[in-house]
């Protein structure tokens, strides 16, 4: 298990509720959480706040998953901090593992298994092996 003090992650999901739950979840594991609305919300929250694991829905209104993928790459010149994308459609175009897509889970998801899977993936943003 990955010790997460201090560790942050940028929620990005639409939905209120469910957001809250994943921020509620994370924080309970230690994680210091900023939340999105959507992806152009989290591209300005780049400009301050540099997470070391991002949670990715992909349907959102004004900028979605996919198009925050793209800008976010282009934004960073390519530095990659590894996403946890969850969605009712779990199925990824290998290519998006380019942009840093370290898991994908199906909503409805398990809270055990999301934090489980934003552990592992804060891992490897500390270079740790998974």
Do not use: C
Not at 29 to 55: C, E, I, W, Y
Not at 72 to 78: I, N, Q, R, S, V
Not at 107 to 112: I, L, R
Request: net charge negative; charged share 25%; hydrophobic share 45%.
């Amino acid at each position: 298990m990955v010790t997460a003090e201090r560790q942050t992650v940028l929620v990005v999901e639409d939905d209120e509720s469910i957001r809250e739950v994943i921020s509620d979840v994370l924080e309970d594991k230690g994680f210091r959480v900023f939340p999105a609305v959507n992806g152009s919300d989290a591209l300005h929250q780049l400009d301050t706040v540099r997470p070391d694991v991002m949670v990715l829905d992909l349907l959102m209104p004004v900028m979605h998953g996919w198009a925050f993928m793209e800008s976010y790459l282009e934004k960073t010149g390519g530095s990659l901090i590894p996403i946890v994308v969850v969605s009712v459609n779990p199925a990824l175009p290998r290519s998006y593992n380019r942009l840093g897509v370290a898991h994908v889970v199906s909503k409805p998801f398990d809270v055990d298994t999301l934090a489980e899977a934003v552990e592992q993936a804060s891992s490897r943003s500390l270079g740790e092996v998974a």
